[in-house]
């Protein structure tokens, strides 16, 4: 008798632990902030390409993304323009906040935008993401003529790639972009223009890791 109740008591015991073990919500993923810990905000966005006030901004904290929605940021060369009119720049500078325990690397972004280019002429898309204080590598992805359509560009960095924030400081996250045009061998008297989509705009998503 004693040894069916010890054996009665250890199956209810099991099943009981295993009712428990099944019930119990999927743990978070421990190298992601907690949900609603993280917030993301645009400081400031300055250069020739981006004058005051035409720079849109909206925040994606579901998958940790924010996009960047220039209305004027455009460079142009021939025709008309201005020699300054053939290089535009534009750097914005972020703030987030998360848990001191999580730190965070730009992982990819995505730019957007649209080229009229003439023939012999060429346009460029440069890029570049760091910390204040830090450096960080220059990206081009090059256009030429003829060429009239939009045009999108990724930069996606491996886990080897990815420059994380350093552990316990507080930095500024900045990004520049840069838009080139030179009309080369193409008609002077003819424009070549490259601007950025101002409904896309540039789509750049985060990454995260534990401090040590």
């Keep these: 008798m004693t040894n069916s109740r010890h054996?009665?008591?250890?199956?209810?015991?099991?099943?009981?632990?295993?009712?428990?073990?099944t019930s119990a919500p999927a743990s978070a993923d421990p190298t992601t902030p907690p949900p609603g810990s993280v917030t993301i905000t645009r400081l400031t966005s300055s250069g020739s390409g981006c004058p005051p006030d035409t720079v849109g901004f909206s925040v994606d904290l579901q998958t940790y993304?924010?996009?960047?929605?220039?209305?004027?940021?455009?460079?142009?060369?021939?025709?008309?323009?201005?020699?300054?009119?053939?290089?535009?720049?534009?750097?914005?500078?972020?703030?987030?906040?998360?848990?001191?325990?999580?730190?965070?690397?730009?992982?990819?972004?995505?730019?957007?935008?649209?080229?009229?280019?003439?023939?012999?002429?060429?346009?460029?898309?440069?890029?570049?993401?760091?910390?204040?204080?830090?450096?960080?590598?220059?990206?081009?992805?090059?256009?030429?003529?003829?060429?009239?359509?939009?045009?999108?560009?990724?930069?996606?960095?491996?886990?080897?790639?990815?420059q994380f924030k350093p552990c316990g400081e507080e930095r500024t996250l900045l990004i520049n972009l840069s838009l080139r045009v030179d009309i080369g061998t193409s008609d002077k008297a003819k424009t070549t223009v490259m601007e950025m989509d101002s409904t896309r705009g540039s789509k750049i998503k985060l990454a995260w890791k534990r401090c040590p």
């Design 7 to 21: 054996a009665a008591s250890a199956a209810l015991g099991a099943a009981l632990a295993l009712t428990a073990l």
């Design 65 to 162: 993304t924010f996009t960047l929605t220039p209305t004027d940021f455009r460079a142009h060369a021939g025709g008309t323009a201005e020699p300054t009119d053939r290089f535009r720049i534009c750097q914005t500078g972020l703030q987030i906040s998360a848990p001191k325990e999580f730190t965070y690397a730009v992982a990819a972004a995505d730019h957007s935008g649209f080229a009229d280019l003439q023939p012999g002429a060429s346009g460029r898309l440069s890029s570049s993401y760091y910390f204040q204080g830090r450096s960080g590598g220059l990206y081009k992805h090059e256009l030429t003529g003829p060429y009239w359509d939009n045009w999108t560009y990724s930069d996606v960095f491996s886990t080897g790639e990815q």
